[in-house]
């Protein structure tokens, strides 16, 4: 991999964020995923990032144990406190951070305001 000194996660982060509540059932957030063709949601409290949410969450963590989806909140199942990443970070050091944590992906938050994802794929393909 090359290292790009100038590249910021804001550079390498796919912009914008869906979000559920937390007391969203687990349908409504593995709806919002088929229909916006992504893996994960944010899981936020108004503006206030305080989970994340994973598709593999929701088989794993819910529907294995046998629970019923429609009736559990995501803020049962979501990763709660998430690490979370300003774009002003250089990209390497997010690299970093998501190998010692073993995290796929990242809410980027702006002045306390979630505003986009980085993943490893994102930071892979430029660092």
């Known amino acids: 991999m090359n290292e790009h000194a100038g590249e910021y996660v804001k550079d390498v982060m796919t912009p914008g964020v869906v979000a559920v509540r937390p007391g969203a059932s687990l349908v409504e957030a593995a709806r919002l995923m088929r229909d916006h063709g992504i893996g994960d949601v944010v899981v936020a409290d108004g503006q206030r990032v305080v989970g994340m949410l994973t598709a593999r969450d929701i088989t794993v963590r819910a529907v294995a144990e046998g629970v019923d989806p429609l009736a559990v909140g995501v803020g049962a199942v979501c990763t709660r406190d998430p690490l979370v990443v300003a774009p002003g970070l250089p990209a390497r050091d997010a690299l970093t951070l998501m190998?010692?944590?073993?995290?796929r992906r990242l809410p980027v938050v702006e002045n306390g305001?979630?505003?986009?994802?980085?993943?490893?794929?994102?930071?892979?393909?430029?660092?």
């Open 113 to 127: 305001l979630p505003v986009g994802l980085v993943s490893l794929g994102d930071l892979g393909r430029r660092t």
């Open 99 to 103: 190998r010692e944590r073993a995290v």
